[in-house]
C-alpha cells in the first residue's frame, strides 16, 4: 500500500523558515516524480515544486522559485521542501504527491497525481 506521510507545518512569522517532510512508502522510491500542491482557504490547488525521478532534476512555481528548495532522499525514502523568506501568502495545506507516469510539470491538472498524502498546515502570520 502506498502512504505518503507529510510533517514539519506549523506556525512561522513572516520571513521566518519551515522545513516539510513527506515520507513514503509502498513503493521504490525514486519511480515517481514527487511532488508539493499547496491549498489556501478558498483557492484551488497551486503546484509548487517537482523532483523527477530520474536525474533528480527540480522545478519551481514563480510564486516560490527563489525561497524554496526541493530535495529527496533515497535512502530515507523521504522527499522535503525547504521554506525560506516566508510571506503571508504561502498560508495553505500543503500536500505531498507521487506522479508514476511522469507527467507534465508543472502538471497541466492535479488529477495527473497518483497517491496523496493527507497534508500539513502551514500558517504564515505575525
Known amino acids: 500500500e502506498v502512504q505518503l506521510v507529510e510533517s514539519g507545518g506549523g506556525l512561522v512569522q513572516p520571513g521566518g523558515s519551515l522545513r516539510l517532510s513527506c515520507a513514503a512508502s509502498?513503493?521504490?522510491?525514486?519511480?515517481?516524480?514527487m511532488s508539493w500542491v499547496r491549498q489556501a482557504p478558498g483557492n484551488g490547488p497551486e503546484w509548487v515544486s517537482t523532483?523527477?525521478?530520474?536525474?533528480?532534476?527540480?522545478y519551481y512555481a514563480d510564486s516560490v522559485k527563489g525561497r524554496f528548495t526541493i530535495s529527496g532522499d533515497n535512502a530515507k525514502n523521504t522527499v522535503y521542501l525547504q521554506m525560506n523568506s516566508l510571506k503571508p501568502e504561502d498560508t495553505a495545506v500543503y500536500y505531498c504527491?507521487?506522479?508514476?507516469?511522469?507527467?507534465?510539470?508543472?502538471?497541466?491538472?492535479?488529477?495527473?497525481?497518483?497517491?496523496w498524502g493527507q497534508g500539513t498546515q502551514v500558517t504564515v502570520s505575525s
Open positions: 504527491a507521487a506522479d508514476f507516469k511522469h507527467g507534465a510539470t508543472p502538471p497541466t491538472s492535479v488529477d495527473q497525481y497518483d497517491y
Open positions: 509502498g513503493f521504490t522510491f525514486g519511480s515517481s516524480d
Open positions: 523532483i523527477n525521478s530520474d536525474a533528480g532534476s527540480t
